[in-house]
């Protein structure tokens, strides 16, 4: 198989490139759109805005969730905002510095038209879901209030208290709703895709699904499949990701031919409250916004380290991002931040009863602007701060560390967001999108919408507009009863080890290998290191496993056991990726490569590409082929990054 | 910060399926950290458990965050547990002392049908939305977001409504299962904002019947906002009673043309 990566950039001025792209783009007329039917898996910010949106254009979609209600898809959990270029603050923002900004923030590795176009459609997301009735913070006269994120130096990030993705994700949910009501979306929930079914030109039509409730397995018919299922940060094991999220709809689309890009490209978030001991199951993230107010520090001598923060006197703290970064601070983007932490720690400097973070501290804040104010803006993570750790972040400062966050891998997908396998979409967290090797804060929120609202329905009608009176392919055709059986081998497979370890303790000592050897720093003796024992982990798996009851009723072991089998496989190929891309750049570090000030150290003569692998068989590190998209840069010049 | 081990005996509910009938089973427990959330403490006892050739526990969860709704059993009879606002997978064993017995079960309600052990159905929940729960605006169709300013307590007042997790604790914990608080609190929600004045009317009264077809009647316990995690206000309901009553009057007048759509 000869897999062929063709971006389909349109020509012409940057800016111009996507309204001359749509009105180019064929329409299909709205009485014929009911007889395209589209599947949408995911109901996060991503699939739900494409799943409502595709329904009210009047496709007949079929959306699926492994959840019980579409509002519970992980992307409730962002907190801290969204960015878009309104410039309502008058402080300079305008898309092309959003378009600069994202691009700088990424280290240069994402493609300009697909992030000019992201910043272009950013003011409509606004708008969108203000109608909606998302309740974002507001100034006493009534109008939309902003606050600065990590990476930029003006005020472009809308938010609704610390609960942002909640709010969009329900406007997105009840849009959604609206259609589920009218008929337009079929809602699947608590049904999980087990594999992506291509027909016999290798075209994407249709997915087997699993029932989790019942175990039953059944297969659905489509004209086109998109996949918004989110990312792969779980890798870890310890991540801020919810525990369900998983990488399987994702690796199983790249297992039938779709290339996955960038998989070494994942984000650690610099401000995550650190583990408290070994049975700790996930981490949790503390936003960013309050990089705002906190200043970051550690003791400057580690004889310090040990005792209670209000002892130790100003002048014998270490405010190191002030220090060192001063143009940007405590607001340096994320990969910095949380290198720097890393760094800090690994010098003995961390603070707590693990000696395993650094502060983050409000005390000159509340002073300044006393603690109602801190109170407004941060009140319920504050909250959730003290109900974890049992201490009051209004008296001592938050103990912080970086933990995985956000993926910047994903499937490799062209202008149209479609995949290497013809009428297989991927959108949000699941593409390896447009935030290159380092995402900024409240751009996530920002990419998930635009794709499912602005960017997909109309690329999606560009695909369907020729294919009009193809019928779907018949689900008793032979691709899917082949694809069924291969499901219901690998269940089988996994039931029939009746081993001694759970799944949970494969999961950790996969996590505790990628943390260790491909997580903040990597090095080649690490990632090699890695290569072996991360297939040693994957056949033990199938040695060893044990997974308790049966395949025909709620059996969490089985759901999970299916999910760590892909993510051991795709945690293979991150570092096998990770190894090969000899240069730092944003969160993908390599020790080799530093600046003398220990800076990420670029290589754009040699490594100024996505770097896509095409799936070639079970020996990933052997088998696994890499295709290059060279990444040109005409609006922005290439720079090593500097926020000092 | 001291991390302390806690010894609990669990009374656990387990149900084999929709049909089966369940039973309590008890779990002692001697190594649980202090510093452990509840859901924690249910992965360790379920590791124990499979160790053990026992099926482990069947509880739903995801974030883990308080935020998601997916969570939530009743620990001793409380919905969520001890603990004011907070959710399940927020509650920390430091809530518990060494020794205790906690008696965990899932949500108790006519409209959310035990799945498996702890784990029920709550598609009720998402009827009641689909009923009339949003403002009808395709995408694409908005103007400017600056154009109506929303005075700053309405958005906050919207804003407190809207924090509702869907978590299902108001039923679990409402003598009558009533779904009041969850109804009320997606339509004070729509219905505070200028954005939703237009379908007002019409959302107050299919929420309100649909929510009626599922749930129980409110008979104004107010154990539901004892419960609710993100600890959403009773006030809500009677707004909601409010709105509903003039919608009647509204639509009476108007030959009950209006529906919702
Ligand atoms: C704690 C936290 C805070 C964050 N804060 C911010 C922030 O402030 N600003 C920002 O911009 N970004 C933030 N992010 C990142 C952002 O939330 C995510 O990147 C984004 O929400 C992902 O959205 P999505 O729609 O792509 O996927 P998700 O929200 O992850 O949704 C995935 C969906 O796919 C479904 N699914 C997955 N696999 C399958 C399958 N096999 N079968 C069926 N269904 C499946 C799931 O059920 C779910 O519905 C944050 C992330 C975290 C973890
Ligand atoms: S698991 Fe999400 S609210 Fe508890």
Redesign the interface.
């Known amino acids: 198989m000869s897999l062929q990566l063709d971006s389909r950039i349109p020509g012409g001025a940057l800016s111009d490139k996507w309204e001359n792209y749509k009105f180019d783009l064929k329409l299909v007329n709205p009485n014929n759109r009911r007889k395209f039917t589209v599947i949408v898996v995911g109901t996060g910010l991503a699939g739900g ?1 494409a799943a ?2 595709l329904g ?1 254009l009047g496709y007949n979609v079929k959306v699926f969730t492994y ?8 992307s ?2 962002a907190q801290g905002g969204i960015n878009a270029a ?1 410039n ?1 603050r008058g402080d300079g923002d305008s898309i092309h510095r959003l378009f600069y900004d994202t691009i700088k923030g990424g280290d240069f590795r994402a493609r300009e038209a697909n992030v000019h176009r992201l910043a272009e459609v950013s003011t ?1 997301i ?8 998302v ?10 209030d902003n606050r600065s994120f990590g990476g930029a130096q003006v005020s472009r990030t809308f938010y ?2 610390g ?1 942002t993705g ?2 969009l994700l ?1 406007g997105a ?3 959604l ?2 259609q ?3 008929g337009t979306c079929e809602l699947f ?1 608590k049904m999980e895709l087990v594999d992506v079914v291509l027909n016999n030109d290798g075209q994407a039509c249709g997915i087997i699904a699993r029932d989790l ?1 019942t175990g039953e397995l059944s297969r659905h018919a489509g004209h086109a499949v998109v996949l918004a299922t989110g990312g792969y940060g779980n890798v870890y094991f310890l991540s801020t990701n ?3 999220s998983n990488a399987t709809a994702a690796w199983r689309a790249h297992r039938k031919g779709a290339a996955f890009a960038n998989p070494c490209y994942t984000q650690i978030h610099p401000t995550c409250i650190p583990p ?2 070994e ?4 981490l ?2 503390m936003s960013e916004s309050l990089r705002n107010d906190g200043r970051i520090w550690v003791p400057r001598n580690a004889d310090d380290c040990g005792l209670d923060a209000s002892a130790v006197p100003e002048d014998a703290r270490d405010y190191y991002l002030e220090r060192k970064y001063p143009a940007f601070g405590n607001l340096v983007p994320r990969d910095i931040a949380s290198r720097n932490a890393k760094t800090m720690v690994d010098q003995g400097l961390g603070i707590g ?1 693990l000696r395993n973070g650094v502060y983050l501290d409000f005390s000159h804040a509340i002073e300044r602007l006393g603690a109602d104010v801190i109170k407004g803006r941060y009140g319920n993570l504050f ?2 701060y003290e ?5 009051d972040p209004y008296k001592v400062p938050m103990r912080i560390y970086p933990a995985t966050h956000y993926t910047m891998g994903g499937l490799w997908v062209d202008y149209n967001l479609q995949t290497t396998v013809p009428g297989l979409f991927a959108i949000g967290e699941a593409n390896f999108s447009d935030h290159g090797a380092n995402r900024l804060g409240a751009s996530a929120l920002m990419q998930g919408l635009a794709d499912g ?2 960017v997909l ?1 109309p690329t999606m009608a560009g695909f369907l507009a020729p294919r009009l009176g193809e019928s779907l392919v018949s689900t008793s055709d032979p691709v899917f009863e082949q694809a069924e059986r291969d499901v219901r081998d690998r269940i089988d497979q996994l039931l029939a080890v009746k081993g001694t370890h ?1 799944v ?2 494969y999961h950790r000592e996969l996590g505790k290998l990628v943390w260790d050897y491909c997580g903040m720093a990597r090095n080649a003796a690490g990632l090699e290191k890695a290569l072996s024992e991360i297939p040693a982990l994957r056949a033990e798996f199938y040695k060893d496993l ?1 997974v ?2 049966s395949a025909e ?2 059996n ?2 089985l759901e999970k056991a299916l999910r760590v089998a892909d993510v051991m496989e795709l945690a293979e190929l991150k570092v096998r990726d990770a190894l090969h891309r000899e240069e730092s750049c944003g969160g993908h570090f390599r020790d080799e490569h530093q600046t003398d000030e220990g800076e990420a150290k670029r290589d754009d003569e040699n490594f100024m590409y996505v770097g896509a692998w095409e799936w070639g068989g079970s020996d990933i590190q052997r088998d696994a082929v890499l295709h290059k998209e060279p990444l040109v840069y005409e609006a922005v010049k290439p720079t090593q990054r500097s926020y000092k | 910060m001291s991390t302390n081990m806690l010894n609990l005996t669990l009374k656990v509910w387990r149900q084999d399926g929709p049909n089966s009938a369940g039973r309590f089973e008890t779990y002692q427990t001697t190594t649980i950290a202090d510093d452990a959330s509840f859901l924690e403490m249910l992965d360790y006892v379920n590791e124990d458990l499979v160790a053990g050739d026992v099926e482990p526990i069947t509880f739903d969860h995801d974030c883990r965050e308080g935020i998601c709704g997916t969570c939530g059993v009743m620990i001793n009879g409380q919905a969520h547990g001890p603990q004011r606002g907070t959710a399940t997978c927020q509650l920390h064993m430091r809530q518990f002392r060494s020794g205790d017995t906690i008696v965990i079960e899932p949500w108790r309600a006519a409209a959310f049908p035990i799945i498996r052990d702890l784990m029920v159905n709550r598609a009720a929940l998402d009827r009641v939305v689909e009923s009339g729960g949003y403002i009808t605006v395709s995408t694409g169709a908005a103007p400017d977001a600056n154009i109506t300013p929303v005075p700053r307590d309405a958005a906050e007042a919207a804003m407190d409504a809207a924090a509702c997790i869907g978590c299902g604790a108001c039923v679990a914990a409402c003598p009558n299962s009533a779904g009041q608080l969850f109804t009320s609190a997606k339509l004070a929600h729509l219905n505070l904002l200028p954005q939703g004045q237009a379908e007002r009317w019409s959302r107050s009264e299919a929420m309100v019947e649909t929510m009626e077809q599922y749930f129980g009647s409110c008979t104004n316990h107010g154990e539901c906002q004892e419960a609710c995690p993100k600890e959403i206000s009773i006030d809500f309901i009677a707004m909601m009673n409010r709105d509903y009553l003039k919608a009647k009057f509204t639509n009476r007048r108007r030959g009950g043309q209006r529906k919702s759509g």
């Open positions: 805005a409502a949106t009210e959840h019980d209600s579409p509002r519970r898809a992980h409730i959990a309104k309502y409509n606004i708008d969108q879901c203000v109608a909606q009735g309740p974002f913070g507001r100034e006493y006269g009534g109008l939309l609704a208290r609960q909640q709010q329900l949910y009840q849009s709703a609206r589920i009501h009218l929930n409730l919810a525990k369900n408290s001991d049975f700790q199951s996930k949790v993230l009863p909250d959730m109900r974890i750790t049992g201490e609202y602005f329905p759970s949970d303790h044990k308790l009851g009723s709620v969490q072991s």
